[in-house]
């Protein structure tokens, strides 16, 4: 059993910054990759970035990459996700999700474990 539980988000100008956190609980050991999805009014859940638990390796969305990085930190058993250059296309629910397997890192169906979700939202 794994609980995560996002924070960090809220209202925040065109250009500014965010960093979301997402605190992971129970068996931890048995999580492979570490996700961030995403998902604005009327629109389907989207891919963000993730991390490899086992190593460094990232993976990020084609409209996040130079903006965002997803990093961890181990003793306090979480991740997070830093939001710089912030776009009102980047307006969405944020959720954090954990997966068992190492496949498919960008496929939403392929994770476990899925946190509550933390609003952001970027004014123009």
């Known amino acids: 059993q794994v609980q995560l539980v996002e924070s960090g988000g809220g209202l925040v100008q065109a250009g500014g910054s965010l960093r979301l956190s997402c605190a992971a609980s129970?068996?931890?050991?048995?999580?492979?990759?570490m996700g961030w999805f995403r998902q604005a009014p009327g629109k389907e859940r989207e891919f963000v970035a993730a991390i490899n638990w086992s190593g460094d390796t990232t993976d990020y969305a084609d409209s996040v990459k130079g903006r965002f990085t997803i990093f961890r930190d181990n003793a306090k058993n979480t991740v997070y996700l830093r939001m710089n250059s912030l776009k009102p296309e980047d307006t969405a629910v944020y959720y954090c999700a954990g997966k068992r397997s190492s496949s498919r890192w960008s496929d939403e169906a392929s994770y476990d474990y899925w946190g509550q979700g933390t609003q952001v939202t970027v004014s123009s």
């Open positions: 129970g068996r931890t050991f048995s999580t492979y990759v």
